[in-house]
């Protein structure tokens, strides 16, 4: 006697749905195992691999470090090798801003293997996109700070010509008691701006002296600003303190012009805002302001007609 097709594929249907039920019927698919079941299920997984596996396999074993060791990973190790693009070609000031989105680790390697090549101009460009152009945490900028410290000084002046340089003046009012000093101190200080900008911004300064303080115990007052060249120029906002300390008056005025140059900018350009000056003011004028900052500071107080 034969089987209607129709009953035998229902009986098919109906033995396969009684096993499913009878072998699931106490399983939860909804609620996620727990993290005891899941250290159970690594457990019995590694049981299972054969002796040989488990000595050799890195992935599977986590070997933990010694309490008194810190492990600082390398941040370019997986970096793919950078794309150096023509080197041969001048530069300019706004070299690699394409490559800033892509990261400073990127940029890292990138300027790494420029001073490798021997491009030392082009790898100086690629250190300052990482201050002023790419997202970077304080390990990044610090090591890009370091690099433009370094390298910096090596390299001629951006520009060499100072009657192509955009002009500014720094200027500086106090009263009668830093009279004698300040001639001096105001003309190191404009060289080192001068230096600071690669040539990019020529300064000049000048002094205004008022009278003296009545109370000449109370320290002196001392008031900061730059313009544009001319008496209608535009001007940073005006920063002040007060001292009675000619000793620390160089290193006083080097940081106040420093955060001149720093705020101007930080509400005039759209790049990332210098990093501020922790230790050494003038090593900060050097190395935190770029020199592409440099251009826009010059642009923004000598605007164009």
């Known amino acids: ?6 009953a035998a594929i ?3 249907l109906l033995t396969v749905s009684l096993i499913w039920w009878a072998a699931t019927r106490d399983m939860n698919f ?3 195992p727990s993290e005891a079941r899941l250290n159970e299920i690594r457990e019995e997984a590694l049981a299972s691999l054969p002796a040989s596996r488990l ?3 890195a992935i599977s074993i986590n070997v933990a470090p010694p309490d008194d060791t810190i492990t600082i990973p390398d941040t370019t190790a997986q970096v793919e090798p950078a794309d150096l693009g023509d080197i041969t070609s001048p530069p300019v000031l706004d070299s690699y801003s394409d490559r800033a989105p892509e990261g400073s680790v990127k940029l890292l390697a990138l300027a790494a293997a420029l001073e490798k090549a ?4 082009r790898a100086l460009l690629a250190y300052e996109r990482i201050l002023d152009l ?4 304080p390990e990044q900028i610090q090591s890009a700070v370091s690099s433009i410290r370094r390298l910096k000084p090596t390299l001629p002046d951006w520009n ?3 009657e192509t340089a955009t002009q500014a003046v720094i200027h500086i009012g106090t009263g009668e008691k830093f009279a004698e000093v300040l001639p001096d101190i105001i003309a190191e200080i404009t060289r080192d701006l001068n230096t600071s900008s690669s040539g990019i911004v020529r300064f000049t300064h000048e002094l205004h002296i008022g009278r003296t303080i009545q109370n000449a115990e109370a320290p002196t007052p001392v008031a900061l600003w730059i313009t544009g060249p001319g008496e209608d120029a535009l001007s940073t906002d005006v920063l002040s303190f007060t001292t009675d300390e000619p000793e620390t008056l160089r290193n006083d005025l080097t940081k106040t012009y420093f955060n001149l140059v720093r705020g101007h900018l930080s509400k005039t350009a759209s790049y990332n805002p210098a990093p501020e000056a922790l230790d050494d003011p003038l090593a900060a004028m050097e190395s935190h302001i770029t020199r592409l900052l440099w251009k826009e500071f010059g642009k923004s107080l000598n605007p164009k007609p």
């Open 1 to 6: 006697m034969r089987i209607p097709l129709y």
């Open 10 to 12: 229902l009986l098919c």
């Open 30 to 32: 909804l609620t996620p």
């Open 55 to 57: 000595e050799d396999d």
């Open 118 to 121: 021997g491009a030392f101009q």
């Open 134 to 137: 790419s997202e970077s945490d």
């Open 160 to 162: 060499a010509d100072p």
